[in-house]
């Protein structure tokens, strides 16, 4: 777990690079290298987080071919790929190493062999260009961006600031931000700086830039096994992932948040280990509606390890949220952010590697608005006589005692169906998940691109490798496709703001493919959410907590705390002089919802997120320029 960052093609390349060094130091707190071509206009640099190979694995790493490796992540099975290589070819116990020669004997092939984290950045001397990739889910990031006919690129947007011409909002990516809260794939908030998907690799030479998708997934059902099969043959893929994920030269840790998925990643990654395991949790002491301690604390006891708990408060969101902006590189994903902040800081006191539960809700299917969406439909097939169709697993009678799930989302609801009932699944599934309706007048929408937000989320809602027979797959899909790596997003970029590495194991893609081979009516039978991983779960971790029907991802008390403790911390970065002069948000207006947003809403905090980020980034522009006339 690392920064990587690179320049090709400038005859500055070597000093261009030391600059983006310094502004990634936090993502690798325990060495520091840089290496450039001959000529001095190739040039790649390291920040290095130790985990494997503590003592040679050091970056950049060259071979004797003249080839160079700038990587960011972990290969786990990097000790079988060891195996095909050659033990013999090998000098060093690092899984970089294993990289750079599996590249060198496969080619662009060597991507389908990677099993792990990914982001990095080979030299090919013999080619004259840059080989670059990221891993299949976009665990690990990538950006770069172009300055005449010269390439950057880095583990993070802040390293490439310097090189652009000016510090601006891409307006596409915006839009899409004020309806989903996080950008498309590809996006990035600031123009001219693009997102190397996930999936893709990169190619830098003299004749361009090329970007290419090796990996996607397919929805293709298997309807030769029942659901028993499915479930032991999850239970191996889940411990076979997590044994993968505990391969480490320092003690590892998890987080711990009381839910199902980071539960069975610790108790499973604890069974596993050699004693020296602990969680991490962090709680709101305001109410107990933000307090989650209690489950994550039965989990460790039940696992038999300990759990360290971090309290937050007003308090620490007031002083850290510029922190959180900062890290994030740009506003992104809910306000889960903020603890997730906290916590990281907490364990990075205790472990430098931890594992999490993210990708269980897009893979399995964990999201109570797909049973808001789902019983709308149900109703409408009942109505019409077409509940034996492909696109309807549960009945509208079987899906009834799910329903108390929805306790906490009757103002969704409301909103939900107050309009276009029994529409098209497409239009239904955004007009959910689409939040720009919530901010009207806030928003100087004449001043951003008309449209193209619901066409963007057409082509990966309808997407080719998901079938069109179950809704179920689709909705799943789109947020697999989106906000999974704007979660992602958040996890690396909260955990590397402390020099901690976070490991997502059910994010292991033999276990990914297998789920999407699951037809829907075993992943969500009779509208039971995450049913499959329930049934794993059952297995290893308290009953109350399987069967929990209240958890709500990370719910922080942002809005009660804006109406009250923090009602002049939110005036003052609303009201400032620069906050009033923006181009797209009336900020003035926004002061006027600081008593009026519901309990869990979150217009506030998108809205504060995007000012805090102009402060930061486009309020202090010349401040990145200066890293170029300080080095």
Partial sequence: MCGIAGVFNSPHAERYSSVMSKLIRHRGPDDSRSWSTRGGSVALAHRRLSIIDVESGHQPMSSESGNCIAFNGEIYNYRELAGELGEGSLSTRSDTEVLLKAYEKWGEGCLDKLRGMFAFAIWD????????????????PFYYCTAGDTVFFASEVKALLPFLREISTDEDALLDYLTFQFCMPGKTLFAGVSELPPGHMLTIGPSGVRQTRYWDIHYEHDRDHNGRWFERRLDELVAESVSYHLRSDVPVGAYVSGGIDSSLMATLGARASDGEFCGFNGRFPWSSDYDESAYAQEVCDAAGFPL??????????????????????????????????MVSELAARHRKVVLGGQGGDEIFGGYTRYLIAYFEQCIKAAIDGTSNDGNFVVTYESIIPNLASLRNYKPLIRQFWKDGLFGAMDQRYFRLINRAPHLGPLISWDSLPEGGAFERFQAIFNADNVGKQSYFDLMTHFDFKTLLPALLQVEDRMSMAHGLESRVPLLDHPLVEFAATAPADIKFPNGDLKHLLKRNSAKALPENVVNRTDKMGFPTPLNEWLAGPLRDFACDIFSSEAARGRGFVDNGAALKCLEGETKYGRNLWGLMCLELWQREFHDQAQKYRDYLSTE
Avoid: T, W
């Fill in 125 to 140: 001397e013999a080619e004259g260009r840059m080989f670059c990739a990221r891993d299949r889910f976009g665990i690990k």
């Fill in 308 to 341: 360290h708990i971090c309290d937050i408060g007003a308090d620490d969101f007031a002083e850290n949220i510029s922190k959180v902006i900062y890290h994030l590189d740009y506003p992104v994903a809910g306000p889960g952010s903020f603890p997730q902040y």
